[in-house]
């Protein structure tokens, strides 16, 4: 009976949603001066004191998810910008068509998020 409640009690945990972010992550990419290039920023600030992220390093890794085997790019460094917590890399993309942008942060904190690029 005990094991019983054991792992129904292991099962709950389980199966409880995970716990949120400990940091807020906006990404916009925008055209640079050739078609198929985007300049990306990557604005990293604490979700509790809203504080900017600084000392992270981020990484910019855009696939290609339609095509055989994901097509990538190699991965681009977005530095350190001007403004605490902005991060800002060039992605320079192949073909036209939907891209994923993998944002991969490391550092104090770690994480990793999305944003679609979709060039025509």
């Not at 985007?38 to 004191?49: K, M, P």
């Not at 095509?67 to 681009?76: I, N, R, T």
């Not at 993309?93 to 060039?119: C, F, K, S, Y």
């Amino acid at each position: 009976m005990r094991a019983a409640l054991l792992g129904l009690g292991l099962l709950a945990v389980g199966c409880s949603p995970p716990a949120p972010q400990a940091v807020a992550v906006d990404v916009s990419c925008v055209p640079e001066s050739r078609p198929l290039r985007r300049l990306c920023t990557v604005r990293i600030t604490d979700r509790q004191t809203g504080a900017a992220v600084r000392g992270a390093t981020v990484t910019l890794h855009a696939d290609m998810p339609s095509m055989p085997m994901a097509h990538s790019v190699p991965p681009a460094p977005a530095a350190p910008g001007a403004e605490p917590g902005v991060y800002r890399g060039v992605v320079e993309l192949e073909m036209r068509g939907r891209w994923v942008v993998a944002v991969r942060i490391a550092g104090p904190v770690n994480d990793q998020v999305t944003h679609t690029i979709d060039i025509e």
